[in-house]
């Protein structure tokens, strides 16, 4: 640990640590460097997690290890009977291992796939240790850093939700760390149902009966009966298509089709209501046309969350206030939600600005990266973080 | 022949050297300052990637680098001021040894660095890496600061070709190949076998360096080695395999102006040491040709191997270092 001056947040205006992070660029910069260029498909971040454990042994953090599903864990002691605040940052992102990895850090912005989602967060997680021991700043809570697998797509959050089931050790709060946007608050989770449709046309299928019709036009169908389920607007509800795809030429009637969706709430039960009648229409396509349809529910959150005037919210407020970042409040759909499935107060908080985010251009701007940081800084060391409230 | 023991003893993997801490203490145990110089022309894009790198982690994290400068040929774009933005002294190199005038040229800043940078070793790295990592200096520093004897040590990289039964061709690249092998093949046997002797990161031990001419274009390495060679022998030299490095593929005709340059280079130094005459004027004008319009046109480059003496002979530099 560091001997040098302590920072006592309480008294010292928070934006000194602005300062101390920008002290610390070249750590904060070649740990972003490394992370993003390691690649980390969902179910194979393996490289990120050895890379994440390495920076946590040379920090010297306690119980460092990973589990069966790639989680990467180390733990950093508070004062004696402090309650423990987990930082999460999920470390897989939606390009696969062979996209190009390689980026490209200039004087203003790092670009480099994947960078924003979530090397950034992954990056800040891994540099937490030396900033903490750098500037000198004693956390007012025990800490536990998680860099989590398994989160997008067809992950499902399965790398959080396992560890929240096996692990025996106690999350009091809980931080979770994302590349963009700077001001991000999150603190409640929407009901959310992630699906995808296939329609597939039978070798055998006889069109004679059925009309000529291909798998783009039963997709369609399905779309605009979709469409027509009445969503109310409060609680608010939509349903997003993701992507659709089907066929191969302009000339022959397409074999297979499928599409995409997600169904998004702030109650339950409406969607509930939603995916249950998607399931019937699905039903009702595949009874008139005689193709093979199937749905796969992708992923599924509950609804959820702590209160605008709930403390870990205050405080994010408070922090962000004096570090001059405008809160952007909105439901996640991330980690948040399955730490608060398990009644675990959270808050997801973004770090920098991103750009193009989830494309071969994707980037971040480097300067809003330092106040991003020094907001978990914040967050982690105030006073009210370490108080049995929160 | 001494090739066989000498790669056993002087081949080595960078994963040998993967414990920094030690390196580190070896390093101080021996008072050993080190230097890393990046020459540049035009390198925005890549080189504040190498500087973030290299100094987080052999810098901030283990103290190995003592000074990491860029020295530059006159960028035209921000080469510069990305490079000091990140922390690397940046130098430019017509500043360094003004009276000795500035020529244009990749040798030229590798030589202008010997005068300008302190340390007991200097490591030289590309600015083109676009997959960076510290390995790219430990890996070169760690035979200087382990075995005495090691005066030159040059990186080797994976060039993947498609391969089998565990074999693995470890070949250099296309000049290395067609030109640089098989001349050493025939002149200098034992430098055969060194990997890739083109290679642009390398460390060197000083009194090494301010020793040895310096072509200032593509010979500067080729003379190097053949100048080690023979004033120090094969074992003063050690390589190391940095895996893989991901790089700017360069256009056959692009490398057709560094084999001629290379040439000039190696015959050069084959009559300074009496091995062959060349009796017939040798041009200096290398001739490319291309299709316009279905008509074959010439294309003339003049590529002219000028050469720095060695630094030990230029007096600032004996007034700097107490010569």
């Not at chain 2, 290299?54 to 400068?69: H, V």
Request: with cysteine.
């Amino acid at each position: 640990m560091n001997d040098g001056a302590r920072v006592d947040i309480a008294s010292s205006p928070l934006a000194g640590l602005v300062e101390g992070v920008r002290s610390c660029k070249d750590i904060l910069l070649a740990n972003l460097v490394m992370m993003a260029e390691t690649p980390a498909p969902t179910f194979g971040e393996q490289k990120r997690v050895r890379f994440l454990l390495d920076r946590f042994r040379e920090s010297g953090l306690d119980r460092i290890g990973d589990d069966e599903m790639n989680n990467g864990v180390g733990f950093l002691p508070g004062p004696e009977g402090a309650p423990t605040v987990a930082v999460v940052a999920h470390l897989d992102t939606v390009f696969s291992e062979t996209d190009p990895h390689a980026l490209s850090l200039g004087p203003d912005r790092v670009r480099g796939i994947g960078i924003a989602d979530n090397s950034l967060g992954a990056a800040v997680l891994a540099s937490l240790p030396h900033l903490l021991q750098s500037l000198g700043i004693e956390p007012r809570a025990n800490l536990l850093l998680l860099g989590v697998s398994r989160s997008l797509g067809r992950g499902n959050l399965g790398g959080i939700r396992f560890l929240l089931e096996n692990s025996e050790q106690k999350i009091d709060r809980a931080v979770c760390l994302e590349g963009a946007p700077l001001g991000r608050l999150n603190f409640t989770a929407l009901a959310m149902m992630r699906g995808e449709i296939r329609v597939e046309v039978p070798d055998e299928y006889d069109y004679s009966r059925f009309g000529v019709t291909g798998a783009i036009v039963h997709i369609n169908d399905i779309i605009n009966r979709i469409l027509e389920i009445p969503r109310p607007s409060r609680p608010k509800t939509s349903v997003v298509f993701g992507s659709v795809q089907g066929g191969n030429s302009f000339h022959e009637l397409a074999k297979k089709a499928w599409l995409r969706f997600e169904v998004r709430s702030e109650a339950d039960e409406v969607a509930d209501m939603i995916e249950s009648r998607i399931g019937d229409i699905i039903e009702e396509v595949r009874a008139r046309s005689g193709v093979h349809i199937e749905m796969d529910k992708i992923a599924f959150r509950r609804h959820g969350g702590i209160g605008f005037d709930h403390p870990l919210v205050r405080t994010c407020r408070r922090v962000m206030e004096e570090l001059d970042i405008t809160p952007k409040i909105g439901p996640s759909m991330s980690e948040l939600a399955a730490l608060i499935g398990h009644d675990i107060p959270a808050v997801t908080l973004g770090l920098s600005r991103g750009h193009l985010v989830n494309t071969a251009e994707e980037e971040v701007e480097i300067e809003p990266i330092y106040r991003g940081a020094a907001q978990v800084l914040g967050v982690l060391s105030d006073p009210e973080i370490g108080g049995g409230a929160v | 022949m001494n090739i066989e023991p000498w790669l056993e003893s002087n081949t080595f993997h960078h994963s040998v050297f993967w414990d920094l801490r030690r390196l580190v203490e070896e390093k101080e145990k021996r008072n050993l300052k080190i230097s890393v110089c990046i020459p540049t022309l035009n390198e925005e894009k890549t080189v504040g990637k190498e500087i973030v790198i290299l100094r987080s982690e052999l810098m901030t994290r283990y103290p190995l680098i003592d000074e990491l400068a860029v020295v530059d040929s006159g960028s035209k774009d921000k080469t510069l001021e990305v490079a000091s933005g990140f922390g690397a002294d940046t130098y430019y190199s017509g500043d360094i040894l003004p009276e000795e005038g500035f020529k244009r040229g990749k040798g030229e800043n590798l030589w202008k660095a010997i005068h300008q940078l302190e340390g007991d070793i200097i490591v030289y790295v590309d600015a083109d890496i676009t997959n960076i990592h510290p390995r790219f200096v430990y890996g070169l520093v760690a035979p200087l600061i382990y075995q005495e004897e090691t005066r030159y040590v040059k990186a080797f990289y994976d060039r993947p070709l498609a391969f089998s039964h565990g074999i693995r061709p470890s070949g250099g690249g296309r000049v290395t190949e067609i030109l640089t092998r098989p001349l050493f093949s025939l002149f200098f046997p034992e430098l055969t076998a060194l990997m890739q002797p083109l290679s642009g990161e390398y460390a060197v031990r000083r009194e090494v360096l301010e020793e040895i001419a310096f072509p200032i274009g593509y010979g500067v390495e080729i003379s190097h080695l053949i100048d080690v060679y023979t004033r120090w022998g094969l074992k003063a030299f050690a390589q190391t395999d940095l895996d893989k490095r991901v790089h700017r593929n360069q256009a056959t005709r692009d490398l057709g102006k560094m084999a001629f340059g290379i040439l000039q280079a190696f015959l050069n130094r084959c009559e300074q040491l009496d091995m062959l005459e060349v009796k017939a004027e040798v041009s200096q004008i290398l001739r490319q040709f291309q299709v316009n319009d279905e008509r074959i046109e010439q294309r003339e480059f003049s590529i002219v191997e000028e050469e720095r003496p060695p630094m030990k002979t230029i007096q600032a530099y004996r007034e700097k270092f107490g010569l």
